[in-house]
């Protein structure tokens, strides 16, 4: 993986700035695993669980750190070993609510002393929860549990475990208004309204570092 134009060139910011120096990442990646579909009980359908173990042997990772207490710049880091075991179920209760989630738990070291790899929680625990008549209204509750995790190369610098939420809701116009006697001449006109982060904790943003803010976002989805 070459660094992005972003990693090398990043104007410096003050907090942040790029790294015209960074070598290629290279990695090596094995994974193994397997998914197994479960006969549907009672109200329960469409019933799977999976598990999956990986592992990648990693040369120049590049990372985002602290370089200083108010500053974070990409780097290169030693030889790397990322490993760990992912968990997943999925199910559906009737026509009406489908349940996702999805467990890992990760050790991401820097070689040759075994020193916390940055931005990597040590465990991850997603569970989605959709609810809606289906083709009119879907209505989303999203749960996050991230462990802890570094940020500085070496370890010094940790961000200890948080909970976050979102919510969203989806409306399919076009449903609402043929049951109004309206057409709007189109298949599908999906109103979506989402609210991410919820609790307003820090979350790790795009570079693995943890960023405060609650966002409200609302768009169409159209289909014809």
């Known amino acids: 993986r070459n660094p992005t134009f ?3 060139f990043l104007p410096d ?7 015209p120096d960074l070598d290629p990442e290279r990695a090596l990646n ?3 695993g397997f998914e197994l579909k479960l006969p549907s009980r009672f109200a329960i359908s469409n019933a799977q669980i999976g598990a999956s173990v990986f592992r990648s042997d990693v040369k120049n990772s590049i990372i985002w750190v602290l370089v200083s207490p108010l500053k974070i710049r990409p780097i290169n880091t030693d030889d790397a070993k990322i490993e760990g075991v992912e968990l997943l179920a999925s199910f559906d ?21 075994s020193v916390r790899l940055p931005g990597r929680p040590n465990r991850e625990t997603n569970v989605r929860l959709e609810v809606g008549p289906p083709n009119l209204v879907k209505g989303v509750v999203e749960f996050q549990r ?8 070496g370890g010094s610098y940790t961000v200890p475990s948080r909970t976050s939420w979102n919510t969203s809701v989806a409306l399919e116009l076009c449903q609402v208004a043929g049951k109004l006697g309206a057409d709007l001449h ?5 109103l979506n ?5 919820v609790s ?9 570092f943890p960023q405060p803010g609650r966002s409200l976002r609302v768009g169409l989805e159209a289909q014809w």
């Open 6 to 8: 972003y990693d090398l």
């Open 13 to 19: 910011r003050g907090f942040a700035s790029g790294n």
């Open 30 to 32: 094995y994974d193994i």
């Open 93 to 113: 209760v009737g026509s009406f609510a489908t349940v996702i989630a999805n467990h890992t738990e990760l050790r991401a070291v820097s070689e040759p002393d």
């Open 146 to 153: 991230i462990g802890s995790f570094t940020v500085s190369n």
């Open 186 to 190: 189109l298949r599908r006109l999906w």
């Open 193 to 197: 309204v989402a609210i991410d982060n």
């Open 200 to 208: 307003n904790v820090a979350i790790r943003d795009s570079l693995s």
